[in-house]
């Protein structure tokens, strides 16, 4: 079972439309949660963190945390064409110092 | 502009040759790490730096070496490449290996081994 799952996709949404891409954990340890946005060839970029049960939003994203669950989403409102990428979940164990990733939803906003 | 710089952005080689990738940060970060990313496996940890001189291996060492002499330099050394390290490394920084704290992703490395 791998430390982190998340649907390869892709998640195809018109634009403006709210993209909700979804993300479980294995290890009940994890405690700091965080969402990175890949383009196609490029570099992972940090987009949200998230550390408590809940909702945190920033600006179009809002990130949410169930760790009674173990799972995390992110949620894109009015997507944009410009938000096609690939969305990395990540998370930190802080017990093994370890950072684990899940290997990317593919996201398609479509104009 | 703070930045973790790696280099070279492309790399062809061949099997047996020794190379090295360089990557330094700007952040003075004390932890760094190299992850290789292959398509559906996602990013898989090569070796991590707690400090200078304190590596440790991660989830896929095996083929490679690190150095930490200085606090922003953190090279990967391929002794003897080989075609199954034809792969997307990413050097990456952070203040520390855990808490509330991302990661600071170089622009990577595409190295094909032939």
């Known amino acids: 079972q791998k430390e982190v799952e998340q649907n390869s996709g892709p998640l195809s949404v018109p634009e403006g439309a709210i993209a909700s891409l979804n993300c479980t954990y294995s290890?009940?340890?994890?405690?700091?949660f965080f969402w990175y946005r890949q383009y196609s060839g490029k570099s992972p970029e940090l987009i949200m963190s998230?550390?408590?049960?809940g909702d945190k939003e920033d600006g179009r994203f809002t990130a949410q945390l169930n760790k009674a669950s173990q799972y995390v989403s992110l949620l894109i409102r009015d997507s944009q064409p410009s938000d096609s990428a690939t969305y990395l979940c990540a998370v930190n164990v802080y017990n093994f110092n370890k950072f684990y990733f899940g290997s990317g939803t593919k996201l398609n906003v479509k104009p | 502009e703070a930045q973790v710089t790696q280099n070279p952005r492309y790399l062809i080689t061949v099997t047996g040759k020794k190379l090295t990738v360089t990557c330094s940060q700007n952040?003075?970060?004390?932890?760094m790490s190299w992850y290789r990313q292959d398509p559906g496996l996602g990013l898989r940890q090569i070796y991590y730096s707690m400090n200078v001189e304190v590596t440790d291996k991660g989830d896929v060492p095996e083929g490679y070496k690190v150095s930490r002499k200085e606090k922003r330099n953190f090279p990967l050394i391929l002794e003897s490449p080989s075609p199954n390290q034809t792969s997307l490394y990413f050097c990456?920084?952070?203040?520390?290996?855990?808490?509330?704290?991302?990661?600071?992703f170089g622009s990577g490395t595409r190295l094909t081994v032939v």
């Open positions: 998230i550390y408590s049960n």
């Open positions: 952040m003075n970060h004390e932890y």
């Open positions: 990456a920084s952070g203040l520390a290996p855990t808490g509330p704290y991302g990661y600071t």
């Open positions: 290890d009940r340890g994890s405690q700091s």
